[in-house]
């Protein structure tokens, strides 16, 4: 196992340039949310995702073992935010690697704080 010199690892990150249509299906985005979680090492507890209506983006969280993984979309602005915060063995960068995969963002902004 390894030993982390903090509790968790916050990794925040700006998606811009995501195709609008990646953006809106809160089904897709819980799956891939999941299974980013998982291709992390974190075990889900549960998930709750709401999808804003026509054209609208997707809010959704999560829970985690580990701690959490959320997504705030905006289709109309090619853009998501995307907060993954785990702690332990989990590592959030495979995470975020998955999500990059599955969104296809044209740009990727990236802060990682040690918490704890």
């Not at 891939?32 to 995702?49: C, E, I, K, P």
Request: proline share 4%.
């Amino acid at each position: 196992m390894t030993v982390h010199a903090t509790p968790g690892r916050h990794v925040l990150a700006d998606f811009r340039g995501v195709p609008a249509a990646r953006l809106t299906d809160a089904e897709a985005l819980e799956r891939q949310m999941t299974d980013a979680a998982r291709a992390a090492g974190a075990q889900v507890l549960s998930a709750h995702f709401h999808h804003f209506g026509a054209g609208a983006g997707v809010t959704g969280v999560v829970m985690l073992s580990e701690s959490h993984i959320s997504i705030h979309s905006w289709p109309e602005h090619q853009f998501a935010a995307l907060d993954i915060f785990m702690c332990g063995a989990a590592r959030p960068e495979l995470a975020l690697d998955f999500l990059r995969a599955a969104l296809s963002p044209e740009s990727v902004q990236v802060t990682t704080v040690a918490r704890g």
